[in-house]
T-cell receptor, first 114, second 111 residues
Framework: GAGVSQSPSNKVTEKGKDVELRCDPISGHTALYWYRQSLGQGLEFLIYFQGNSAPDKSGLPSDRFSAERTGGSVSTLTIQRTQQEDSAVYLC????????????FGPGTRLTVT | GQQLNQSPQSMFIQEGEDVSMNCTSSSIFNTWLWYKQDPGEGPVLLIALYKAGELTSNGRLTAQFGITRKDSFLNISASIPSDVGIYFCAGQETSGSRLTFGEGTQLTVNP
């Protein structure tokens, strides 16, 4: 079956521009997570959506970062006024809700800010 | 915030050798997970551990959840070239919550 998909796979943008990254979770998964992975580093939590509950935004690094999830499915991560330090791979994961749910990761979007 | 210390950062081994890597935490996790990431892809779950002291195997992989809930190790036996990749530990406080990742162990297997 289809896994988590993300688009675009690569994005190069100029400093100061806004970017939108998209995540399509696995059908039926009600939990969705965004992580960021800088070069040679582990994954850093950004934001978590669970059903209709208020999202956990505690990992967002600044107010330039925001995310929404429409209709409980597709999610968009928006970075405004991009900076060079925003360059990283942005990974999305989804899971079902239940006992010991596994987070399935997409391939990520590699963002380069020039 | 919570941090996971993962070691070693990199390993270079010969095919057929066993490897071991571990993670320690400054705080308690109720779930420990081990992931493998290949270039250009997202992490893939290898083993999940849900109980302190639990020892779980998945083929040539064995992982343990430390009894203090603050550490875990992963062993790979009889390594093969396709084991090459980056291995990450991750801790989870409660079911379904965010994952806290270690910085990864880059494994290279020489044929």
């Amino acid at each position: 079956g289809a896994g988590v998909s993300q688009s675009p796979s690569n994005k190069v943008t100029e400093k100061g521009k806004d970017v939108e990254l998209r995540c399509d979770p696995i059908s039926g998964h009600t939990a969705l997570y965004w992580y960021r992975q800088s070069l040679g580093q582990g994954l850093e939590f950004l934001i978590y959506f669970q059903g209709n509950s208020a999202p956990d935004k505690s990992g967002l690094p600044s107010d330039r970062f925001s995310a929404e999830r429409t209709g409980g499915s597709v999610s968009t991560l928006t970075i405004q006024r991009t900076q060079q330090e925003d360059s990283a791979v942005y990974l999305c994961a989804s899971s079902f809700v239940g006992l010991n749910p596994q987070q399935y990761f997409g391939p990520g979007t590699r963002l380069t800010v020039t | 915030g919570q941090q996971l210390n993962q070691s070693p950062q990199s390993m270079f081994i010969q095919e057929g050798e066993d490897v071991s890597m571990n993670c320690t935490s400054s705080s308690i996790f109720n779930t420990w997970l081990w992931y493998k990431q290949d270039p250009g892809e997202g992490p893939v779950l290898l083993i999940a551990l849900y109980k302190a002291g639990e020892l779980t195997s998945n083929g040539r992989l064995t992982a343990q959840f430390g009894i203090t809930r603050k550490d875990s190790f992963l062993n790979i036996s009889a390594s093969i070239p396709s084991d090459v990749g980056i291995y990450f530990c991750a801790g989870q406080e409660t079911s379904g919550s965010r994952l806290t990742f270690g910085e990864g162990t880059q494994l290279t297997v020489n044929p």
